[in-house]
């Protein structure tokens, strides 16, 4: 049994544990591959000599990882959850923790369970993530986003002012049969680095098209202030179409009650 359990603990990314259910989850044990995932030999947090495994968890995970651990216990269901921890070298870590609470006469004397390395896992995750979610070449949100954003906010009912300003710049199509596809592409990115500028939290950009951007802005006052809005935006894309010697278009679409669940719709 011994032998069977030294195996698996050797060959896991990761390490095993058992602590105390307190503020600093003060180990009782901690196998080997503490280090590996750490950068701390174990018997650093054995009963926190030198540092608890609480100091390791990046500050803005703490308070939902006791809240999910208390959710646990009462229940008396398993624990999984993804956090990030900082290691002895300042690298930040995701790690994958499955445990579960040891009872006695009811009451949570300790808690056990692993803690593996998935940040590979995670990269390859959040990297997909942000292709789905963003333009390739400009590096802006793209048509997805945008979708589901609308969809999210219409379902949430705001009822404070929402609208599309969109610039589409299909005149480039030109450029792109004479002086080609990444000579027009370098035209895109100076348009939206220029639109981007003007971009905050209330005008978010998107490009949702090769040769069509979108501004979608929320809270504006009242008709005429989204209408000095676009003139303004008009003025920064002018400012990079002119020098190419192309036109391009520039529209509003308000966001109401009566066109809002037509998303395709209005991006039309």
């Known amino acids: 049994s011994e032998r069977s359990k030294s195996v698996l603990l050797s060959h896991l990314p990761g390490l095993a544990y058992r602590c105390n259910y307190d503020e600093e989850w003060t180990m009782q044990f901690v196998s080997a591959g503490c280090f590996q995932l750490t950068g701390y030999k174990a018997e650093s947090l054995l009963y926190n000599r030198e540092i608890s495994f609480n100091d390791l968890i990046v500050p803005e995970y703490r308070e939902t990882l006791r809240k999910e651990w208390k959710r646990i216990l009462r229940d008396r269901n398993s624990f999984n959850h993804e956090y990030e921890i900082i290691t002895s070298s300042g690298e930040r870590k995701w790690v994958l923790e499955m445990g579960e609470g040891v009872f006695n006469n009811g009451k949570v004397v300790a808690l056990e369970g692993i803690i ?91 490009n949702i098209s090769e040769n069509q951007f979108v501004f979608y802005v929320r809270k504006y006052k009242d008709r005429d202030q989204i209408i000095e809005i676009t003139k303004a935006v008009s003025a920064v894309a002018e400012s990079v179409l002119s020098m190419e010697r192309i036109g391009g278009g520039i529209g509003i679409v308000e966001i109401e009650r009566k066109n809002c669940h037509d998303t395709d719709q209005l991006l039309k």
């Open 116 to 206: 593996i390395d998935i940040t590979r896992r995670k990269s390859i995750e959040n990297n997909l993530k942000y292709n789905s979610e963003h333009d390739r070449w400009t590096g802006l949100y793209n048509r997805n986003y945008l979708e589901e954003l609308l969809k999210k906010q219409r379902d949430m009912n705001n009822d404070f002012r929402r609208a599309l300003i969109g610039i589409n710049v299909s005149d480039i199509q030109v450029l792109n049969s004479v002086y080609g596809f990444h000579y027009t592409q370098d035209i895109l990115k100076d348009i939206a680095t220029k639109l981007s500028e003007y971009a905050d939290e209330s005008k978010l950009l998107f």
